[in-house]
């Protein structure tokens, strides 16, 4: 069974940090790609960041380009969202997502975590 558990999310003021992870578990890890995505009330999931799991290639929105970096621990089946200079807009759900292949439409990941909850306060 496919498995995606993300953890690290929390309060934190504007300007702070944080550290997301998403632990996968139940297929292999190394055939597939991980994105992030959020989602803020009321709003639609939007594309954060995508790691390709074949050369490492990464990919931002341009909202989060500079100030996030998505990187993986094979080992640890585990992929990351380090989270530097967070403003207020950057709040909502974080979820990661499985696919073949990186893309920023949500439609071709075909397995979600239950997300975690990034609040950013002013």
């Known amino acids: 069974e496919v498995q995606l558990v993300e953890s690290g999310g929390g309060l934190v003021q504007a300007g702070g940090s944080l550290r997301l992870s998403c632990a996968a578990s139940?297929?292999?890890?190394?055939?597939?790609?991980i994105g992030w995505f959020r989602q803020a009330p009321g709003k639609e999931r939007d594309w954060v960041s995508c790691?390709?799991?074949?050369?490492?290639?990464?990919y931002y929105a341009d909202s989060v380009k500079g100030r996030f970096t998505i990187s993986s621990d094979n080992a640890k089946n585990t992929v990351y969202l380090q989270m530097n200079r967070l403003k207020p807009e950057d709040t909502a759900v974080y979820y990661c997502a499985l696919a073949g292949y990186c893309s920023s439409d949500s439609l071709i990941f075909g397995s979600w975590g239950q997300g975690t909850q990034v609040t950013v306060s002013s």
């Open positions: 139940g297929f292999t890890f190394d055939d597939h790609d």
């Open positions: 790691i390709s799991s074949s050369d490492g290639s990464t």
